[in-house]
């Protein structure tokens, strides 16, 4: 089985802090994704990358950044935590192919910015 | 523009009773569709997906969704209810307008309670 790690389940941070969220993949993919998920609005897409020291930016970038130096890790990084970003943060990873694969996603982490 | 309906934020189902959780979309090509689940402090788990053939598709755990196009409607239906299939369920469509990159339109959610 795919597993994806987060390596935080809930993580309490001050406005201002930079924050770093890290998730890991075990399963070689190439393609890995971070969403942030709050009621009502479904999953939103923050950022993706396609392979290694690639990167794209989705459909609400601001306000953060992310680095992928190895195939198997994908970093979220809040430069300036405010509390709009608290939220809980999805990471997912996909094969490749077959293309239409599904997604694989970690247990999220739960980020409050007070 | 391309999206995903979830036009009920909550559906209530008498466990042992049939179940079906409504989306209905609007894309342009043809719709690559996915089910996705989530359990209390879980991510999401993929339950099935429509990419071409039967409109009938059986998924994870007994579920399964009906594609009808002339409906742009991808309802995900169960015969009988478990108190176990209270989650929040997603629709999601592949955004069609990106060639050859892989991104999904989500549902905004349905949260599923089955009552014993």
């Known amino acids: 089985d795919v597993k994806v790690t987060q390596s935080s389940r809930y993580l309490v941070k001050r406005t201002g802090e930079k924050v770093f969220l890290e998730c890991v993949q075990d399963m070689d993919h190439e393609n890995m994704f971070w969403y942030r998920q709050d009621p009502g609005l479904g999953l939103r897409l923050i950022y993706f990358s396609y392979d290694v020291k690639m990167k794209e930016k989705g459909d609400i970038p601001e306000g953060y950044s992310v680095s992928r130096e190895k195939k198997e890790r994908f970093s979220l990084i809040l430069e300036s935590a405010s509390t709009n970003q608290t939220s809980m943060y999805l990471c997912a990873s996909k094969s490749l192919q077959p293309y239409n694969s599904p997604l694989h996603f970690g247990n999220g982490t739960r980020l409050t910015v007070t | 523009a391309q999206s995903v309906a979830q036009p009920e934020d909550q559906v209530n189902v008498a466990e042992g009773n049939p179940l079906t959780v409504k989306c209905t979309y609007s894309?342009?090509?043809?719709?690559?569709l996915f089910w996705y689940v989530q359990y209390p402090n879980r991510g999401l788990q993929f339950l099935l997906k429509y990419i071409t053939g039967d409109n009938l598709v059986k998924g994870s755990y007994g579920f399964e969704a009906e594609f009808n196009k002339s409906q742009t409607s991808f309802h995900l239906k169960k015969p009988s209810a478990l108190v176990s299939d209270s989650a929040l369920y997603f629709c999601a469509v592949r955004d069609m307008s990106l060639e050859g990159n892989y991104q999904l339109i989500w549902g905004a959610g349905t949260k599923l309670i089955i009552k014993p």
């Open positions: 894309v342009s090509g043809n719709p690559y």
